[in-house]
């Protein structure tokens, strides 16, 4: 079943370890090189800190691919024009093709004014941190007690449950720039912030949009379902805090003085409907509101400094692609250089769909691979390319070492899991040294 090829996979999470995984089952060797020193990506560093199940799952899912013989681990290794090798560096070493699932790792920024305040962040970061990523996990920040969430999707709710039960926050505003139909939560995540939602306002609020809404002749009951859909099922009430919506409105700037912003700007909105698809559109008038941070949780976008060429936000696929998967080009523009998961479309969907995504990009390398022949890329070339980088290199092995150790740290506090949050930290634990 071995063969020659020798593929590079860019990024360890979900997209691509079920892509490396689908590769191996092809006897492909598979080189990872992987940013952070563990494996998992957002399902290890953005999936809420509570989910223990779901992440203890897919972390036992991630060992099994990654106990595979003809998958290698390079952990701790960022591929980019700013990081510890290029693109072009990586394809020089001779693999037969290289499939690139970092992620979505550029932060969306809507260019208003204040956006550079204390309080003011944006949601990767602080997802990042409270799931204790290095260097995010060392970040101090200002949220203050009372705190705007742009944005009404998944992260939103997982943000301002971090900010009631984490940061004692009293007060959260999710600012939806549509109307209460066209939130894009699901119950089962509401079901962990419903309870705080504040009836009356709520009420209040949907009198206030009625009329935007009866002018695209959308009944209200349609949103109001949606956001009341999971009451049923709301976790119990066990912090003194508030969440209230605010919708058709759009921010516009964040005020503040010494540096610290105290008032976040919108622009209230009206509906358009066009052929069924409902925007939001400026009427031009503006207010404030008094807040202590405004986090920004509306998605995010690829890496511009990567080395690949990108557009609206994504990575440029080959429009015509040569080796489709149900009809989807996971092809870069680069030869060779294929794209999967929220690399191949930033922010979108659930760990499933990566893995999906992942799996298919596999599949249209795996079609490309049977075009060419192997280019008999050495293994010990890359692995002198990866010792002459000249900082410590994370192998399988370490993290095994890493995680007993986490484990070990977890039995004696007596917590469910433990992390350690500095790199320094977890090198140690390792028993590597910075300069390794
Ligand atoms: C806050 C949040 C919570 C979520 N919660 C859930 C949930 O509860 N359930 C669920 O099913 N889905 C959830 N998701 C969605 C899920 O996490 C994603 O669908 C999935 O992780 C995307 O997988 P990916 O492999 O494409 O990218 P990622 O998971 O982002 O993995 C990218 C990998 O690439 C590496 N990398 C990045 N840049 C480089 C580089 N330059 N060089 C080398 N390596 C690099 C990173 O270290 C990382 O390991 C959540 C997402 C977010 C943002
Ligand atoms: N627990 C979970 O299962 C979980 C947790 C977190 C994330 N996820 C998944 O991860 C993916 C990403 O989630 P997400 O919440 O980042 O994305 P999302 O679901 O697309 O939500 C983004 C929100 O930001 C708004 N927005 C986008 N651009 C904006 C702008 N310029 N100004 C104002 N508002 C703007 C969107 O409004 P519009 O609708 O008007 O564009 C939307 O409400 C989703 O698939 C989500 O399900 C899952």
Redesign the pocket.
């Known amino acids: 079943m071995e063969n020659k090829y020798y593929v590079a996979v860019v990024g360890a999470g979900p997209a691509g370890l079920f892509g490396a995984r689908e590769l191996a089952a092809q006897g492909v060797h598979v080189a990872i090189f992987n940013r952070d020193i563990k494996a998992g990506g957002l399902a290890e560093y953005?999936?809420?800190p509570v989910?223990h199940t779901m992440k203890e799952g897919l972390r036992k899912q991630f060992h099994q691919i990654l106990d595979l013989a003809n998958i290698d681990y390079y952990g701790n290794v960022t591929v980019g024009t700013h990081g510890d090798l290029t693109l072009d560096e990586l394809r020089a070493l001779g693999f037969d093709a290289v499939l690139v699932t970092a992620g979505a790792q550029g932060t969306?920024s809507?260019g208003l004014p204040g956006e550079e305040l204390e309080g003011v962040y944006h949601?990767k970061d602080v997802v990042f941190s409270y799931n204790k990523l290095p260097p995010f996990s060392q970040r101090k920040f200002r949220f203050g007690k009372r705190c705007a969430i742009?944005?009404?999707?998944?992260?939103?709710?997982?943000v301002a449950r971090h900010l009631i039960y984490v940061q004692n926050a009293e007060e959260i505003i999710s600012?939806?720039?549509?109307g209460p139909a066209?939130?894009?939560?699901?119950r089962?995540?509401m079901k962990h912030l419903i309870t705080y939602l504040d009836l009356d306002e709520f009420e209040k609020e949907m009198e206030r949009v009625r009329p935007a809404l009866q002018a695209i002749n959308q009944d209200p009951e349609i949103g109001r379902h949606k956001i009341l859909d999971s009451l049923s099922k709301a976790d119990p009430k066990t912090k003194n805090a508030k969440f209230h919506f605010d919708f058709l409105a759009?921010?516009t700037g964040m005020f503040g003085e010494n540096g610290e912003m105290n008032k976040l700007e919108v622009e209230d909105n009206i509906l358009t409907e066009k052929d069924g698809k409902i925007s939001?559109k400026g009427t031009g008038i503006k207010r404030t509101i008094d807040v202590d941070s405004v986090i920004f949780?509306?998605?995010?976008k690829v890496d511009e400094s990567f080395g690949l060429p990108t557009e609206w936000n994504e990575f440029i696929k080959n429009k015509e692609p040569r080796f489709p998967v149900e009809g989807v080009s996971y092809e870069s523009t680069v030869e060779g250089v294929f794209v999967g998961g929220w690399s191949r479309k930033a922010?979108?969907?659930?760990v499933g769909?990566a893995r999906k995504d992942g799996t298919h990009a596999a599949k249209a390398i795996w079609q490309y691979l049977q075009t060419n022949q192997p280019a008999n890329a050495s293994a010990e070339a890359v692995a002198a390319k990866m010792k002459g980088l000249n900082k410590p290199i994370i192998l399988k092995e370490d993290i095994k070492r890493l995680e007993s150790a986490e484990a070990e740290e977890a039995k004696k506090r007596g917590f469910e899991e433990y992390k350690f949050a500095s790199n320094d930290e977890m090198l140690q634990a390792m028993g590597l040294t910075e300069t390794a």
Do not use: C, H, Q, W
């Not at 066209?182 to 699901?186: L, M």
């Open positions: 953005g999936i809420y989910k969306k809507l949601a742009i944005g009404a999707g998944n992260v939103m709710v997982d600012i939806v720039r549509r066209e939130v894009n939560f699901t089962e995540e759009s921010p939001a949780a509306i998605g995010d922010s979108e969907g659930l769909y």
